[in-house]
DNA sequence: TAGATTGTTAATCGATTAACAATC
DNA sequence: TAGATTGTTAATCGATTAACAATC
């Protein structure tokens, strides 16, 4: 338990190993070297072996990592390797898309349904889920012990549905709205900051547009 | 053009304080101070004033900074102030919830169309865009001197089609695939990348379960 | 004026990179 | 064995925070 608490970079870049790794074991490759990681998903080498230490990957002198490895001990780690299951609010074009949206999958998440307000949403389906009334919230999320929410509503109701969403028992909240979110102790919030990508995309065009042809090329994928 | 580049994070940040202060304007506020902000958003307040200076906003000792000062410069330097037309690729759920989603207007981005290689999707209209084939991309980005566009295409194909989308002259690749792209010098790449955000989602949600109640509560909203 | 607030330089902190010893 | 590669400790680098002078 005296384990140094991993960082919120190492983390971010966890599951972008685990990604490569799986597409190089569908290869038929069985083990990998940091430098070969390294190559593919740029970052130094000794960065790697130590995000892969701090989720309790080991690898072997000489040899690499074995894949198989990899896999377990990161997707245990981030505890993608059982289902967790999740609930959706706001029902709008956004939340709909993350509704139907099959990427979610390969990280153990699972939807089971999504909560709107809207008299005429309520009671649809879409993508095999059914929409349920906001004020269901509460007695679903008891009821299937769920713990993660997904947030996407319009900006304007953003604080209040945290605030019903963690009255509810939500105790995580995936924020995929611009609004910064006063939570209570205990509850935590990640946002997808969409308009903070944004302004990165734009100001590195610009900086590219302005000249910097020398700059040297660096791909934050 | 001796002044220090903004850092990444720094940048990041900017969309956060637009959008405070321009809630505060719509509040009446005409000024706000450095420590107002940051009890509103978190961080210490010299940071902001650094991020501010790095924008090109200058404020006043003992006044503050002009609300209408930051919201003009911040805007500018952002790029936000007048509209940029980009385009899509890829129109399948993520993509047409891209194409619907409103919220992209308040940052000056303008989808004048999707593309897609699927002939059932090809020719219909989706909240009011037009689906073109991906054929005719290099086309349109030539004609509308087009340099924006958003990859969302299944993972598979990801590599292929943002080449396509370089070979048609896109400069900016606003991506929302999982994949690492690789593009040649000059041409930047910005990923939104929803598993690195989940992996930080589910790490702090179970070192909250694991009894980390001590742990000082922070929000990375 | 006195106090609040900006602007800027210096100190701290943490993440990344480099160096090198251990080892299959 | 010799060389490649991991694991770990030390050095570097850059971002954040603290201190303080300038000023409305």
Redesign the interface.
């Known amino acids: 338990m005296t384990e140094t608490?991993?960082s919120?970079q190492a983390?971010?870049?966890?599951?972008?190993y685990l990604?490569?790794v799986k597409a190089l074991r569908a290869r038929g490759r069985e083990v990998v070297s940091c430098r070969r990681l390294s190559e593919?998903?740029?970052g130094d080498p000794t960065l790697i072996r130590k995000d892969l230490a701090a989720a309790g990957v080991t690898g072997r002198p000489k040899i690499g990592y074995q894949i198989d490895e990899i896999v377990a001990r990161v997707s245990s780690?981030?505890?993608?390797n059982n289902t967790?299951d999740a609930v959706l609010v706001g029902a709008g074009?956004?939340g709909?898309?993350?509704l139907?949206?099959?990427?979610?999958r390969?990280?153990g998440?699972n939807i089971v349904a999504a909560f709107d307000n809207d008299p005429a949403k309520i009671g649809r389906q879409v993508?095999g889920k059914f929409i349920l009334d906001q004020e269901k919230l509460g007695d679903l999320v008891e009821r299937m012990h769920i713990?993660?929410g997904r947030l996407a509503v319009p900006?304007a109701v953003a604080a209040d549905v945290a605030t019903l969403m963690v009255l509810s028992g939500i105790?995580?909240i995936?924020?995929f709205t611009?609004?910064?979110?006063?939570?209570p102790?205990?509850v935590?919030?990640?946002?997808?900051?969409?308009?903070?990508?944004?302004?990165?995309?734009?100001?590195?065009?610009?900086?590219?547009?302005l000249g910097e042809?020398g700059g040297p090329?660096v791909?934050?994928?």
Chains 1, 2 share one sequence.
């Open positions: 608490p991993i919120i983390l971010r870049r966890l599951p972008q990604r490569l593919e998903l740029g780690f981030l505890g993608w967790t074009n956004l709909l898309a993350l139907g949206y099959e990427g979610f390969e990280y998440l993508h713990h993660i900006a105790q995580a995936w924020n611009p609004v910064k979110l006063d939570v102790q205990g935590v919030v990640e946002s997808v900051n969409l308009a903070s990508s944004l302004a990165v995309l734009s100001n590195r065009l610009a900086s590219m547009d042809k090329y791909n934050h994928g």
